[in-house]
């Protein structure tokens, strides 16, 4: 992880923006089911991912005087929704590393922020959909989910993460941005 760092920083001359966005959604069954290896394996990819990612970039961040970390947390790590146990607890660890690490580079002039998007249609909840049953059907009953009436696109993600790195953004820190058509609005 370390010299993937340092590989960009020499090629590119600075790092100033790290999205952590790389994540699993891990065995879903009750929390007295999940085993001590499924539950290791989600938090390797979800919280220790973000952790070993954060802390090498750090380094290259203050060299660079400035930076934005932006990382992805979910509605479900702000609300339960009775199913996937270590998914939920790896976006609420996320959450508050997200907080907690705001406060401590603060005075780095170094930003963190998580967004926590409702659902949106990619290979993740594709798969997840498909393990439910008939996708097509699955697809509306998780439309159905959000007040605005479907299931959120790539992009609505997409612009805040643009937004979050950004200078447009520059006293936005320690926040989380939810971005899910509503869902947890009730
Ligand atoms: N899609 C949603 O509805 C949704 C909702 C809330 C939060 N999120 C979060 O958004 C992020 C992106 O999710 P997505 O829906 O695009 O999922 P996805 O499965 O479509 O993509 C996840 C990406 O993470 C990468 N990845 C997984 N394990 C990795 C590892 N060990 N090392 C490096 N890369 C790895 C995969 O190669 C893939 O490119 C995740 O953190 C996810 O938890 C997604």
Not at 35 to 62: Q, R, Y
Request: with cysteine.
């Amino acid at each position: 992880m370390k010299s993937v760092f340092g590989d960009v920083e020499r090629t590119f001359g600075q790092i100033n923006v790290l999205v952590n966005n790389a994540g699993i959604s891990g065995a879903n069954k009750p929390t007295h089911e999940v085993s001590e290896e499924e539950w290791d394996k989600l938090m390797a990819v979800n919280v220790k991912g973000v952790f070993f990612c954060t802390k090498h970039v750090i380094p290259c961040m203050k060299r660079a005087g400035a930076g934005s970390i932006i990382n992805l947390s979910s509605i479900y790590g702000i609300v339960g929704a009775g199913d996937v146990p270590p998914y939920h607890a790896s976006k609420g660890a996320v959450r508050l590393m997200t907080k907690n690490d705001a406060l401590i580079y603060a005075a780095d002039k170094i930003r963190v922020n998580s967004i926590h998007p409702g659902f949106i249609w990619t290979p993740m909840v594709e798969t997840f959909a498909s393990d439910k049953g008939a996708v097509d059907e699955v697809r509306k009953q998780i439309d159905a989910l959000h007040p605005l009436g479907h299931i959120g696109e790539p992009d609505d993600i997409g612009w805040a993460v643009v937004f979050l790195a950004s200078d447009e953004a520059k006293f936005i820190t320690g926040s989380e941005l939810i971005i899910d058509g509503g869902y947890t609005a009730k």
